[in-house]
């Protein structure tokens, strides 16, 4: 294998690749990452065996084809180290040489053959979706997710697919949150039962990896994995399994409620500071509606007490309701600060449930108001 590339941009890909290979693991292999050189490019991959990507290297010029496998911490030092625009590699049986303009670098090699190349994307059937809907479907979701919980299904996002749309739920059993928005099927589409749960290691992976650049993602959900392709990037990923909630059953049927418009900036920096003083031990907040006021107030036997006002566009009947701060900042955070969104309550002791106008929803558990 002989090739010439932009260093930055096999960085790119390097680290892409890197952020899947397991610090230790049985199989050595694995602990390295893969580059790929034929006629058609340059691909860096890297696996767990879980998780699997393959990336494709911009701004190579291919000598000759071949395959390398790379260690990562000293190949990524070197990378990142060189001050050089192009560098040369080559590679052979006997390891992997790295040339720039006034440094030369040898790495022992390994048997290329030996490491299982990620699965490639050829389905006949999968979702077409916005690319910065999906980024925003997982930074919306993930932060919801239970990877402690002894229920497998919570420690991954459901990923329900119709025929024109995708919602995305994930939830740790004190609170749930819900992503909607287009998803356009190619091929025949046949409805079915099965559970796409995604683990939230593969899903940081695909934030991560998917450009802001990529104008569309391909999603091809099979019975134990999952496919994701965009222009530069195919990530594999095992399922979770285990059996997901009935999440439709959370979002409270209600027959009368109050709804109160909230500006989501203003209103997280209120939760942030009334939530100074909580701890552990009292960690909710209080937070009560009436005559054009929103009141955030917390009361800590040892940490002390916060009241924080402020005004709203709501002079309907007085609700109040405790809920913990970090499950509503967790929501807020998410959210652009410039924009509205829509609090649903009934009363103290019935779920809350926050709403925006972009196919977003979220549901908190209410604390006891007498702790």
Not at 140 to 164: C, K, P, Q, W
Not at 303 to 309: A, K, L, N, P, R
Request: glycine share 6%.
């Amino acid at each position: 294998m002989k090739i010439i590339c932009t260093r930055t941009k096999l960085l790119e890909a390097f680290q892409t690749a890197a952020a899947v290979a397991p610090t230790r693991s049985p199989k050595e292999i694995l602990t390295n990452v893969k580059l790929e050189v034929s006629q058609e490019g340059a691909i860096v991959m890297g696996t767990d065996l879980e998780v699997g990507v393959r990336t494709k290297v911009d701004e190579v010029e291919i000598e000759a084809p071949g395959a390398a496998v790379l260690p990562i911490q000293r190949f990524g030092a070197i990378l990142r180290e060189l001050p050089d625009e192009k560098i040369r590699i080559e590679a052979d049986p006997q390891g992997t040489r790295v040339k720039g303009e006034r440094s030369e670098f040898k790495l022992p090699g390994e048997n290329p053959d030996e490491f299982p190349a990620p699965t490639t994307f050829d389905e006949p059937v999968y979702h077409v979706l916005p690319a910065r809907f999906l980024k925003e479907v997982i930074r919306r979701t993930i932060f919801a997710t239970d990877n402690e919980s002894s229920r497998y299904a919570l420690g991954g996002v459901l990923f329900e697919f119709e025929e024109h749309k995708l919602t995305a739920v994930g939830t740790d059993g004190r609170r749930l949150a819900k992503m909607e928005g287009p998803a356009t099927c190619v091929g025949e589409f046949k409805p079915n039962d099965q559970m796409t749960i995604i683990p939230v290691k593969a899903l940081h992976l695909i934030e991560r990896a998917i450009s802001d650049a990529d104008a569309e993602v391909q999603i091809a959900a099979r019975s134990n994995d999952v496919l994701i392709k965009s222009s530069r990037v195919t990530i594999y990923a095992r399922l979770v399994e285990g059996r997901f909630p009935k999440w439709r059953d959370v979002f409270p049927q209600r027959d009368t409620e109050i709804t109160i418009e909230l500006p989501a900036g203003q209103f997280y920096s209120g939760v942030r500071q009334a939530a100074i003083v909580t701890s552990e031990e009292s960690r909710g907040i209080d937070f009560q509606f009436r005559d054009g006021t929103a009141v955030l107030a917390a009361v800590g036997a040892e940490t002390g007490e916060s009241h924080v006002e402020m005004p709203i566009a709501y002079d309907g009947d007085e609700v109040a309701i405790m809920l913990d701060p970090k499950f509503m900042s967790d929501f807020l955070r998410v959210l652009d600060p410039d924009k509205t969104f829509t609090l649903h309550l009934e009363n103290s002791d019935r779920a809350a449930v926050c709403t925006t106008d972009d196919g977003y929803g979220y549901v908190i558990m209410p604390m006891a108001r007498d702790r």
